[in-house]
């Protein structure tokens, strides 16, 4: 972890933190992925660990239980006014859970995301589809990623600055 926050081979957020690295490869190591793919693919957002979009289907798809993906792409996502992911999972007895999520351009907009800088105004059709890909993963793979969420929906949630005063 030393040599690698040393590297320029890492993202910045890690450089010169061997610590983050540290636990960036070892929340990697539950997932799947190799110490390389984790740092290039592990974001600290908010103190926590998520997994950038393109990646985390890629870790879900890794799991031996996975049993297939069916969603819309981000064009389809646009056009429509929602983004759409089914994901089925083998249980233990063979059969297959399934679980579908959609995200609506009206919903992105209560949530205030819609719009908003970066990914949310240059490529919102992907963004609908990511998110119903963050929501379907999480809710059929929980036990599986180990609470890691999608990168791009943890740079969406608001942070408040808490204090906690005990009185000695």
């Known amino acids: 972890a030393s040599a690698l926050a040393k590297s320029s081979m890492v993202p910045v957020c890690y450089r010169n933190k061997p610590e983050d690295v540290f636990a960036a490869m070892e929340m990697g190591s539950r997932l799947g992925m190799s110490a390389m793919q984790s740092l290039q693919n592990i974001a600290p957002i908010n103190g926590k ?7 985390f289907l890629g870790v879900i798809r890794a799991f031996p239980d996975f049993a297939g993906l069916d969603e819309d792409n981000a064009e389809k996502a646009l056009a429509q006014g929602f983004g759409r992911c089914k994901m089925r999972r083998r249980s233990r007895d063979g059969s297959i859970e399934e679980v579908e999520q959609r995200v609506t351009v009206d919903a992105a907009k209560k949530a205030g ?5 970066g990914p949310w105004t240059t490529t919102p059709g992907r963004m ?8 379907a993963g999480r809710d059929l793979f929980a036990d599986r990623l180990c609470g890691i969420g999608m990168a791009e929906e943890a740079m969406d949630c608001v942070v408040e600055a808490t204090a906690t005063v005990v009185d000695m």
């Not at 995301?113 to 800088?117: E, L, N, S, V």
């Not at 609908?128 to 929501?135: E, I």
């Open 128 to 135: 609908l589809q990511w998110r119903a890909r963050a929501w």
């Open 113 to 117: 995301w819609w719009g908003k800088a």
């Open 49 to 55: 660990p998520s997994v950038y979009g393109d990646d």
